[in-house]
C-alpha cells in the first residue's frame, strides 16, 4: 500500500564494491552488457555473477559460453575459488558450450537461431534459473555468414531473455571505436559496464566503469578493481556523503612529550595522522611508537611498511629502545611488507582492504604513502589515501601515514592528501654549527588546541623524546648549540649566585663596620658623661670650698650666709623662698 | 540393397549411384513454414540424389530440447549428415540443391542435371 516509487528491482552480484556502485546490482530481469578488451576479466565478471548469485542469492545461473569448453572454465575459475563441477552436480549452475565450425557448416537458404533460444530455454529450466550469462554471443558472428539473420536473432534473443525475466550478463569484446566489435550494444541498452586495462608505469590497473544504467543512478567514475584469489574486487570510495561518526576520545601518540603539545591527551581516535618530513627525521619511530603505545593498551594494530621488511622494522626499532616483536608474537601486531612498485596502486588498496577486514585494527600505520607515488600519479595516490582515510574512519580505526618530502619543500607532497587528513605533523631537519638536528612541529590538529611551539625532536635509546628549543638572535638553537647554550645558562646562575653571596658578605662587612661606629661612639659618650660628672663634681667641691671660704670670710666679719646668697645671684627673688 | 554393398566406399564417378549409405538428421523446431520447406527440400534431393541410400530422422527440438546440444544445433532448420563420417551440418531451408549436395559431399550423378 505504500505509495512510495518502486525503484527498479535489482540483481545484487555479490562482488565486493560493485553493488555499491550500481546502488545494489544489476538491473534485475534485464541484460547487463559487460565490455573490455582482451584478458580484462569479462568471463571472470560474469563467472562470478553466477557463482555468488548461486551461493549467496539462491539464484541458480546458467552459462552459455560460445567460446570456451565447459571443462576449461571450470579449470580456469577453479584459481578463484570457484568449484563449478559441484555447482552443476548441486543442480544450481548448468554450463552449456555452444560452438560453430565454420567448416564443417553450409548455409543454404533461410535460416534462424531458434535452436540457441531452445537450447537456453531448456537449460533456464532445468534448474529454474534466474542468471545468465552469455559469454560471447559475438563469437557467432564468426561462425555464420549471414549477418543480418544474426543480428536479428540476437535482437531478438535479448528481447526474450528480458521476456524470461532472467537477469543476463552479456560479454562482447572491445572493438575499434565501438564498445563491441559487432555493436552489442544496440541491443543491449539496459545497463552496460566496461572493464579496462591499463599499463601504467609498468604495473596494470584494472578499471571499471558504469557506463549506463537506465532507470537508475549509479556511480560514474572510473572504478579501480583487482582480481585475486578473492574473485573480483571494485573499491569505491567507500563514503560519498562524509558521515562518519566522530569520536571525542583520545588515544595516546606513544611520545608523551608529543601528547602534551596535543592538550596532553594525544590524537581523536579514529582520526587521521600525517607526519611528514624529510629523509631521517624519524617518521618511522614516530609510527614504531604509535603501534607501541596500542599494542601496549592491547589494542591491535597494523604497520604497513613500504619500505622495510618485518624483521628490519624490529631490529631498527630496538635500536630505540622498543620491542615490536613481543606485539607480533602476541598476534596484536600485524607488519605487512610490500615493495610500492611490487603491484599495481589498486592491488595495494584491494590488500590493505583484505588485512583491514580479517585483522580489524584499531590503528593503522602506512609508511611511508609517499613510495606509492611512482605507481601512479599524484591524483591516483590522493585517491588511494582518501579511500583508505574513508575505510578507516568507518571502521573506526585511527590512522597514521608518514610521508617523504624534500627538504627544500616541505609542503609540497603533502599537500595534496594534507586536507584529507585531520592532524599533520611536521618533521625537518635544521643544519647548524656543522651538525643536523631534527625539529617537530604541530602544523594543524583539527579539534583541539596545540601547541604552537617548536620542539627538538630526539631519538634516544628510550625512545622519541621532545626538547624544547632555544630561541637565539639567529633562530632556534638546537643540538650542540642547545647543550652549549644550557651550559651557558648554568655557568651565568653559578655567577649570579657568587655575586648575591659576595654582595652578602659586603653589606654584612659594612654593617659591622657601622656597628663598631656604634660601639665606638657609645665609649665616647661614656668618656664624655663621666668628664662631664666629674667636672661637676670638681665645681662642687670648688663651690664647696669657696663657700666654706667665705663663711670663714664672713664669720671672720661677722656677717650671716644669707645676704652673702643674695649678692650671688643676680636676680635675686628665689633666693627668698 | 542398403546393407549389401557398404563396404564399397571408393567409387567411380561413373557409377549410377553413390554406395555410401547416409544418415541423415533434420532439426526443426515446430511445424514453422520454414521446418516444413526444409523437409520438403530434402525429401526431394534425397529421393533425386540418394535414393534408397539413406535414413533420415526428424527431431522437433520443441519436443525434444535436449537433443540440441549433443549435434551443437544452433540455428533452426539444421540437417546433419552423421554417417559418414565426418559430420556435416547444413543450416537452412535447403532450397540450393546445389549447395545442398556439396554440403553433403553428395557428387550429383550426370544426367540426372541438377537445378
Known amino acids: 500500500m505504500s505509495k512510495k516509487l518502486r525503484p527498479l528491482p535489482k540483481a545484487p552480484t555479490g562482488i565486493d564494491g560493485l553493488d555499491r556502485i550500481t546502488l545494489g546490482g544489476l538491473p534485475r530481469g534485464r541484460p547487463t552488457l559487460i565490455c573490455g578488451s582482451a584478458g580484462c576479466g569479462k568471463t571472470l565478471f560474469g563467472i562470478e555473477f553466477l557463482v555468488r548469485g548461486a551461493l549467496q542469492f539462491n539464484e541458480p545461473g546458467v552459462c552459455i559460453t560460445f567460446e570456451e569448453s565447459a571443462r576449461d572454465l571450470a579449470l580456469n575459475v577453479a584459481s578463484l575459488g570457484f568449484d563449478l563441477e559441484q555447482l552443476q552436480k548441486s543442480k544450481k549452475l548448468v554450463i552449456d558450450h555452444i560452438y560453430i565450425d565454420k567448416s564443417e557448416i553450409a548455409e543454404t537458404g533461410e535460416y534462424d537461431l531458434e535452436g540457441l533460444f531452445i537450447r537456453l530455454n531448456a537449460a533456464i529450466d532445468s534448474i529454474k534459473a534466474k542468471r545468465v550469462l552469455l559469454d560471447t554471443p559475438e563469437a557467432l558472428f564468426a561462425g555464420l555468414s549471414d549477418t543480418g539473420v544474426l543480428r536479428s536473432e540476437l535482437r531478438r534473443l535479448f528481447g526474450w531473455l528480458k521476456d524470461k525475466g532472467v537477469t543476463a550478463v552479456i560479454t562482447g569484446e572491445r572493438g575499434e571505436g565501438t564498445l563491441t566489435r559487432h555493436g552489442l550494444e544496440e541491443y543491449v541498452s539496459d545497463c552496460v559496464i566496461l572493464l579496462d586495462h591499463r599499463v601504467q608505469n609498468d604495473a596494470v590497473t584494472r578499471r571499471l566503469r558504469v557506463l549506463k544504467y537506465r532507470g537508475s543512478t549509479h556511480g560514474t567514475s572510473e572504478y579501480p578493481f583487482l582480481i585475486d584469489e578473492h574473485g573480483i574486487s571494485v573499491l569505491p570510495v567507500t563514503s560519498l556523503g562524509l558521515t562518519h561518526p566522530a569520536s571525542t576520545a583520545r588515544i595516546s601518540s606513544g611520545i608523551p612529550d608529543l601528547d602534551a603539545m596535543l592538550e596532553g591527551h594525544g590524537y581523536f581516535r579514529g582520526s587521521s595522522v600525517l607526519v611528514t618530513g624529510s629523509a631521517g627525521t624519524g617518521k618511522t619511530s614516530m609510527g614504531a611508537h604509535f603501534v607501541d603505545a596500542a599494542c601496549g593498551r592491547g589494542e591491535k594494530a597494523i604497520l604497513f611498511s613500504f619500505e622495510e621488511s618485518p624483521e628490519q622494522v624490529i631490529r631498527n626499532m630496538r635500536s630505540i629502545g622498543m620491542d615490536l616483536e613481543r606485539w607480533v608474537k602476541k598476534g596484536l601486531l600485524h607488519i605487512e611488507s610490500a615493495r610500492p612498485t611490487a603491484f599495481g596502486l589498486e592491488m595495494h588498496l584491494v590488500r590493505m582492504h583484505h588485512l583491514l577486514k580479517t585483522h580489524k585494527p584499531d590503528v593503522v600505520v602506512i609508511d611511508p604513502i609517499s613510495s606509492l607515488l611512482p605507481g601512479g600519479s599524484e591524483h591516483d595516490v590522493q585517491a588511494l589515501v582518501l579511500r583508505i582515510v574513508d575505510f578507516l574512519k568507518h571502521s573506526g580505526a585511527t590512522g597514521f601515514f608518514t610521508a617523504l618530502n624534500a627538504e627544500d619543500d616541505l609542503q609540497s607532497t603533502a599537500l595534496s592528501i594534507s586536507s584529507l587528513v585531520d592532524a599533520w605533523i611536521l618533521l625537518r631537519n635544521i643544519e647548524v654549527n656543522g651538525e643536523r638536528n631534527r625539529l617537530l612541529y604541530v602544523l594543524k590538529s583539527r579539534g583541539m588546541a596545540h601547541s604552537n611551539q617548536i620542539r627538538e625532536f630526539l631519538l634516544t635509546h628510550r625512545g622519541v623524546r621532545l626538547r624544547e628549543v632555544y630561541l637565539g638572535p639567529g633562530g632556534v638553537l638546537t643540538g650542540s648549540a642547545r647543550v652549549a647554550r644550557e651550559a651557558d645558562e648554568r655557568r651565568a646562575e653559578i655567577q649570579r649566585q657568587q655575586e648575591i653571596q659576595d654582595r652578602e658578605r659586603a653589606i654584612t662587612a659594612s654593617l659591622r663596620a657601622v656597628e663598631a661606629k656604634i660601639a665606638a661612639l657609645q665609649a665616647e659618650k661614656v668618656a664624655h658623661e663621666n668628664e662631664l660628672t666629674s667636672a661637676l663634681g670638681a665645681d662642687h667641691a670648688q663651690k664647696a670650698v669657696a663657700l666654706a671660704d667665705i663663711e670663714a670670710l664672713r664669720k671672720s666679719r661677722g656677717m650671716t650666709i644669707e645676704s652673702t646668697g643674695r649678692t650671688q645671684r643676680p636676680n635675686g627673688r628665689e633666693g627668698k623662698s | ?115
Do not use: F, W
Open chain 2, 1 to 115: 540393397m542398403k546393407p549389401a554393398k557398404q563396404t564399397k566406399v571408393k567409387h567411380s564417378a561413373k557409377s549410377k549411384a553413390p554406395a555410401i549409405r547416409y544418415d541423415l538428421r533434420l532439426y526443426v523446431a515446430g511445424q514453422t513454414p520454414r521446418s516444413l520447406q526444409a523437409l520438403a527440400n530434402l525429401k526431394r534431393i534425397c529421393e533425386e540424389h540418394l535414393a534408397g541410400n539413406y535414413r533420415v530422422e526428424i527431431i522437433d527440438l520443441l519436443k525434444k530440447p535436449q537433443l540440441a546440444a549433443g549435434d551443437q544445433i544452433l540455428a533452426i532448420p539444421t540437417l546433419v549428415r552423421t554417417i559418414p563420417k565426418p559430420a556435416r551440418k547444413i543450416i537452412g531451408d535447403l532450397s540450393n540443391t546445389e549447395r545442398v549436395l556439396v554440403g553433403l559431399d553428395v557428387r550429383p550423378i550426370p544426367g540426372n542435371g541438377t537445378h
